[in-house]
């Protein structure tokens, strides 16, 4: 297993002597498994189904804890910066809070080297999504009007490098509209932004699509498009932007877990080992159901080397549209 920037695991024995191979003792009492975004959405949502299921296999109590604010910098500031490196304060981190953040922002508060990548869990389409009596009947032709004034659009999001900014960049950048001209509404999260949304408060949210699916299906907002390869499962009669002759988008949610760098080898893989279980487990998977979610596992040697590529892609697309700063 790899931490980002190609430096190995440590692989000497913790604190209380014990090793890699053996992982002994741990976990010996509760875990914080911290949230970097309000109660609701998505990350929460997957992190409590992860947090039930790890404290009844381990047998010691795995509790959630939300500290939203800074697009993810909050949490991950306390977690990997200001926690003990001993695998009992763990991140619930997101495509938002990793990098994104590294793509947005020239400096930022929290960087990948912070990050020790152990699982990712789940990865979802995002969802352009709209009021319910907005009068554009499909994506196609909400682009166009956008296209006519964009001054018009605002859409929100947790901070500048946040998923939907990200989302709303790409998209934008396909149809050919200056992203500065368009204005960002700021909120704690989907659980915050959605209600904007079907209030008219903001003209659009991009979330992925178990965030909007709740209000989706109580007919107050309405999605436009699904940014993926296929139509998602959980609306399949929603074009994706694809087909709706917008291309050139790849932006998507995703989900996983990340520890301070420097956490002891033994901890890492007996979390990674037990999210390997776990996605296979069909009663964790009847509960992702639930939610509206996919399981899309990835080790932590793969994840590490997920969340590089993605950097840097994201890095163009920030660069190229003036999202990094």
């Known amino acids: 297993m790899l931490v980002t920037g190609c430096s190995p695991l440590p692989s000497a024995s913790d604190p209380a002597g014990q090793t890699a191979e053996s992982g002994s003792g741990y976990p010996a009492k509760q875990i914080e498994y911290v949230v970097p ?18 404290s009844e296999e381990w047998g010691q109590p795995v509790v959630v804890v939300n ?14 910066k200001q926690s003990a490196r001993d695998g009992y304060t763990v991140m619930a981190n997101n495509v938002s809070s990793t990098t994104m953040m590294a793509a947005g922002m020239a400096d930022p ?14 990865e979802d389409p ?21 296209k006519k004034h964009p001054e018009q659009l605002t859409w929100t999001s947790v901070g500048p490098a946040g998923t939907s900014a990200f989302g709303v960049a790409e998209w934008l950048k396909a149809i050919g509209v200056d992203f500065s ?17 079907a209030g008219g408060h903001a003209v659009l949210a991009v979330h992925s ?15 436009l498009a699904v940014q993926a390869e296929k139509r998602s499962p959980y609306f399949p009669d929603v074009p994706t932007a694809e087909e709706q002759g917008i291309k050139g988008m790849s932006v998507k949610w995703w989900t996983g877990v990340s520890m301070p ?31 509206h979610v996919q399981s899309s596992y990835l ?27």
Request: proline share 4%; net charge positive.
């Open 126 to 146: 995002i969802a352009f999504t709209v009021k319910a009596d907005a009068p554009w009947k499909d994506f196609k032709e909400f682009s166009d009007w956008v």
């Open 67 to 80: 500290k939203p604010g800074g697009g993810g910098a909050v949490a991950a500031q306390y977690v990997l």
């Open 181 to 197: 001209k368009t204005r960002m509404i700021t909120t704690k999260g989907a659980s915050d932004s959605m209600p904007k949304v």
């Open 261 to 291: 760098a420097g956490t002891p080898a033994h901890v890492v893989k007996k979390w990674d080992e037990t999210i390997a279980k776990m996605v296979k487990d069909p009663a964790f998977l009847k509960k992702l159901n639930n939610i």
């Open 37 to 54: 975004f309000a109660p609701g959405g998505g990350t929460d949502l997957v992190a409590r189904a992860v947090a039930e299921y790890l």
């Open 109 to 122: 508060p929290v960087k990948l080297s912070d990050h020790l990548f152990v699982s990712r869990i789940v």
């Open 209 to 223: 699509v178990a965030e909007v699916y709740s209000m989706a299906k109580a007919g107050k907002v309405k999605i």
């Open 299 to 325: 080790n932590s040697a793969d994840f590490t080397r997920f969340v590089k590529e993605e950097t840097r892609s994201y890095t163009r697309l920030a660069t190229e549209t003036g999202i990094r700063k």
